[in-house]
């Protein structure tokens, strides 16, 4: 069977198991009876995770056990822990059992990079020219995911465990069978910092990568902000918008964000070989600015095409840093460091920046909600002067010369 076919199936797989709850998981606690800021607290699961989980897998595959058996063992893991979570309704029993499935599924989306890259390498592909049109698929897969539980409707219920889980069984299986990813082996003598799998923090020794890891945490933290707030947000105008699209069906109407990635994915290898890293992070920025901004101004009734856009826009925010970033360190990490590389940029972005996001989410909805009632206008414009603040600096910090010639890491010397 032909590899990139092969790849396409893997992450279509690999981001349904998380769109089958990640979005809807909000409204479900909500219907449990937790407060927001016990829900916060379990969103922040997944950045507390991402802090060590992903390093650390990411040091297995790198050093120990192959990449997809790795990728396997944590999906099947996983689909364990939300088969348990289903059954568990107390607060601090379903925050442990979250926290270990987070540990179990943070680190397969650097995995799953890994591995896809590795294939390609094999095959002769250029990763930067083949992968983002493969990686659509994850996002289809996250929209496909979003839509089962929503016309199932599980969004407010225990199901979306359930569709989750299976998908976890089904990916973990198909892991093992996609391509042998064996550690990297290397003949000179490896000091003890390589040996426990740190040498990836020796990026941190290139000034425009700590510049880049550290702008990369604090577009992770917006990311968080819109994951766990975007859905209380629509779900807050039930009184005013009562028979909206957008109330009865904030999945479908989330969804959109999704089909705008499919979308922006495939012009990335555009993007980065046209404008560089550097133009692009400051795309994703600016586009965060207006994704915040847009709900700040919409509303389900005569402002439902601003909310709409802002969906849109949400395509360029995240792929712009998430994916084309993922790319840009694959080309400057060392092959022997690749997985662990991987891990770094997701503990940036989805550990240190979701646990970011969640602090500063949280604390910014709770000072603008007054007798229980938010302000999201200026909650919304807040979070869009926050990422207005990061355009600045950014360009004025972020030192690279673009090469018109941007090639995938196997295709540079090391």
């Not at 270990?100 to 890994?114: D, G, H, K």
């Given at each position: 069977m032909n590899i990139r076919f092969r790849l396409i199936v893997m992450n279509f797989l690999e981001f349904f198991v998380w769109g089958s709850w990640l979005i809807s998981l909000g409204s479900y606690l909500f219907s449990l009876g937790f407060s927001g800021l016990q829900i916060s607290s379990i969103y922040g699961t997944m950045g507390i995770a991402?802090?060590?989980?992903?390093?650390?897998?990411?040091?297995?595959a790198d050093k120990w056990i192959n990449a997809e058996r790795v990728l396997g063992l944590c999906h099947l893991i996983g689909a364990g822990l939300l088969l348990w979570a289903s059954t568990v309704t107390d607060y601090k029993l379903l925050w442990v059992i979250m926290l270990?499935?987070?540990?179990?599924?943070?680190?397969?989306?650097?995995?799953?990079?890994?591995v896809s890259y590795i294939a390609l390498e094999k095959s002769k592909y250029d990763i930067v020219k083949v992968f983002p049109p493969i990686r659509v698929f994850g996002t289809v897969g996250f929209i496909c995911a979003m839509w089962t539980v929503d016309l199932l409707?599980?969004?407010?219920n225990k199901g979306q465990f359930y569709v989750s889980a299976i998908a976890g069984v089904v990916m973990g299986l198909y892991s093992f069978t996609v391509t042998r990813c064996t550690p990297a082996?290397?003949?000179?003598?490896?000091t003890l910092f390589e040996q426990l799998g740190l040498d990836a923090f020796v990026l941190f020794k290139q000034p425009r990568m700590l510049v880049f890891f550290l702008f990369a945490m604090l577009l992770g933290a917006a990311l968080q902000i819109t994951n766990t707030f975007?859905?209380?947000?629509?779900?807050?105008?039930?009184?005013?918008?009562?028979?909206?699209?957008?109330?009865?069906?904030?999945?479908?109407?989330?969804?959109?964000?999704?089909?705008?990635e499919t979308l922006f994915i495939l012009t990335i290898?555009?993007?980065?070989?046209?404008?560089?890293i550097k133009q692009v992070m400051i795309m994703s920025i600016f586009a965060w600015v207006f994704r915040f901004g847009l709900f700040g101004?919409?509303?389900?009734?005569?402002?439902?095409?601003?909310?709409f856009l802002s969906m849109i826009v949400y395509g360029m925010a995240f792929d712009f840093f998430n994916i084309s970033g993922s790319l840009f360190v694959e080309r400057e990490a060392d092959v022997q460091i690749r997985a662990s590389a991987q891990g770094l940029f997701m503990l940036m972005t989805n550990g240190l920046g979701a646990t970011l996001g969640g602090f500063i989410s949280g604390a910014v909805v709770d000072y603008f909600t007054h007798d229980g009632v938010r302000d999201w206008q200026s909650i919304w414009f807040s979070f869009a002067g926050y990422a207005l603040l990061l355009g600045i600096v950014f360009p004025l910090v972020f030192r690279y010369k673009h090469d018109p010639t941007f090639q995938s890491a196997q295709l540079k010397p090391h």
């Open positions: 991402s802090l060590f989980a992903p390093a650390l897998m990411g040091i297995l270990l499935n987070c540990c179990m599924y943070m680190p397969t989306i650097a995995l799953n990079n890994t409707g599980y969004t407010q082996k290397s003949d000179k003598q490896k975007g859905l209380p947000f629509l779900d807050d105008f039930a009184k005013t918008y009562p028979d909206s699209f957008a109330v009865k069906h904030p999945g479908l109407l989330s969804s959109v964000a999704q089909i705008s290898p555009f993007f980065l070989k046209r404008f560089g101004v919409g509303n389900p009734g005569s402002g439902f095409p601003l909310l």
